[in-house]
């Protein structure tokens, strides 16, 4: 079946730190990647998305590139904020029999920064 | 545009009731997925509608379920609630649904918690 693993938290950082949270996958065929952010409270929010190997998405300062060699999609940015500070999850997205898609999710990984 | 709402955004229930959340779609969207997060399982697919047709399911009992209307608004119900109910029940919407690469984005959740 698919599956996402992604790095245990939480992860603590100083501020302008640089930021890596790993995530490798399993899936049959070839699926799009996501890495979602959750902040206290809320949902989840589209943070990058990549469609096809060696794709690089990136927005807000964070980036990740689809590794299908090393089936990875490790999420990077240079400098972290303490706003930053929320629960980062990988996802995959795979078509389904009936037509539709799924989004198949990591545990998260929880990050704090600080000052 | 609008994102995806949900209502409403917390819940207490006692075990044995039903209870029904409902979920707005950004404008323009066909697909609704329903997805429940919990602590210990993380985050799971329920199901997943298209044109008032349930598409796709997960691995959850008959008790949760599901419509789509014309106007692609969605409702779940969950029956005879259990304890082990109590969850954040997170909406996404995509376009279509079609093709691993639509994009899903998530509303706010409604916080279930059954006593």
């Known amino acids: 079946g698919n599956s996402v693993t992604q790095m245990e938290g939480p992860v603590t950082l100083s501020e302008e730190a640089f930021l890596t949270i790993n995530c490798t996958y399993t899936?049959?065929?070839?699926?799009?990647l996501f890495w979602y952010v959750q902040y206290p409270g809320e949902g989840l929010q589209l943070l990058l998305k990549?469609?096809?190997?060696?794709d690089k998405g990136s927005n807000k300062g964070f980036e990740a590139t689809y590794r299908k060699e090393t089936t990875s999609f490790h999420l990077e940015k240079g400098s972290v904020q303490v706003s930053d500070s929320a629960v980062y999850f990988c996802?995959?997205?795979?078509?389904?029999?009936?037509?539709?898609?799924?989004?198949?999710f990591g545990t998260g990984t929880q990050l704090k920064v600080e000052l | 545009k609008a994102g995806v709402t949900q209502t409403p955004r917390y819940l207490i229930k006692t075990r044995g009731q039903q209870v029904t959340l409902s979920c707005s779609p950004i404008?323009?969207?066909?697909?609704v997925s329903w997805y429940q997060q919990t602590p210990g399982q993380g985050l799971q697919f329920l199901f997943e509608?298209?044109?008032?047709?349930?598409?796709n399911k997960g691995n959850f009992p008959g008790r949760f379920s599901g419509r789509q209307f014309s106007n692609s608004r969605s409702e779940m119900n969950v029956s005879t609630l259990e304890l082990g109910d109590s969850a954040l029940y997170l909406c996404?919407?995509?376009?279509?649904?079609?093709?691993?690469?639509?994009?899903?984005?998530f509303g706010p959740g409604t916080r279930l918690t059954v006593l």
């Open positions: 996404a919407s995509s376009p279509s649904g079609r093709g691993h690469q639509d994009t899903q984005y």
């Open positions: 899936a049959t065929g070839y699926p799009s």
């Open positions: 990549a469609t096809k190997a060696d």
């Open positions: 996802a995959l997205s795979v078509i389904l029999t009936g037509g539709g898609n799924k989004l198949t």
């Open positions: 404008s323009g969207h066909r697909s």
């Open positions: 509608y298209f044109s008032e047709t349930q598409r």
